[in-house]
């Protein structure tokens, strides 16, 4: 099947500071990326919905301006988590969505660890 | 308002035994119902779904059945095997197709030799 990457697979930084995660469709192109935030035990959530070339749609409860994201090609979206405060570390996860085949299938990328000290 | 509630893990079996993980869903309309899974160190992969009611899906031996009657997709299989370790996600959609899952909290399946 498809493959969806995520880059850095985790990443460590200071509270204050903004980390960018990447999310790439390796051999098809995207027009609709997810980004989802998993707690320990617990459900994947669904975060935004990131459309190439357009403004992202967010869930509710979600702070647009503290989760920047970017669909700026067919391959590619990225989350920045600005100002991160200990509370972000999470386990974040993208997928990408391939509607250009027969079947309209959902891929996911193997996620990132983010830690905030 | 829509939710996937699934059986919480770890569930330990040995190589060959019967598996069955359940799955209940609560959702206004007629969601579809999947089965994703997660190996160690991969991302989520479709294992398997059903569109519409009393539909069965099917792949790699495992199988569920979408009830609306008893709003469930239990997951089965009848032998599993050691390579089927992993954490199982019971999730629905409300478009019809794969925008905006609503997961659950995942099962994780140890199958020991």
């Known amino acids: 099947g498809a493959v969806v990457s995520q880059h850095p697979s985790w990443v460590i930084c200071k509270s204050g500071t903004s980390v960018k995660i990447e999310c790439r469709s390796l051999?098809?192109?995207?027009?609709?990326m997810f980004w989802y935030r998993q707690f320990p035990k617990q459900s994947l959530m669904l975060m935004a919905t990131?459309?190439?070339?357009?403004?992202?749609?967010?869930e509710q409860g979600v702070e647009k301006d503290k989760f920047l994201i970017n669909h700026a090609s067919l391959t590619l979206s990225t989350l920045t988590v600005t100002s991160a405060h200990p509370e972000d570390s999470s386990f974040y996860i993208c997928?990408?969505?391939?509607?250009?085949?027969?079947?309209?299938?959902?891929?996911f990328g193997p996620g990132t660890r983010l830690t905030v000290l | 308002g829509n939710s996937v509630t699934q059986m919480e893990g770890p569930v330990t079996l040995s190589e060959e035994a019967f598996l069955t993980i359940n799955c209940t869903y609560t959702a206004t309309g007629y969601p579809s119902l999947f089965w994703y899974v997660q190996y160690p160190g991969e991302g989520l992969q479709l294992l398997l779904k059903?569109?519409?009611?009393?539909d069965k899906g099917s792949n790699k031996g495992f199988e569920a059945t979408y009830r609306k009657e008893t709003t469930s997709f239990h997951l089965e299989k009848g032998s599993v095997q050691v390579s089927d370790s992993a954490v199982y996600f019971c999730a629905l959609s409300l478009s019809g197709g794969y925008n905006k899952l609503i997961f659950g909290a995942g099962t994780r399946l140890a199958v020991h030799p």
């Open positions: 990131s459309n190439e070339g357009s403004k992202a749609t967010y």
């Open positions: 059903a569109t519409k009611a009393d």
């Open positions: 997928s990408a969505r391939d509607s250009t085949g027969a079947t309209d299938t959902q891929y």
């Open positions: 051999d098809f192109q995207a027009t609709t």
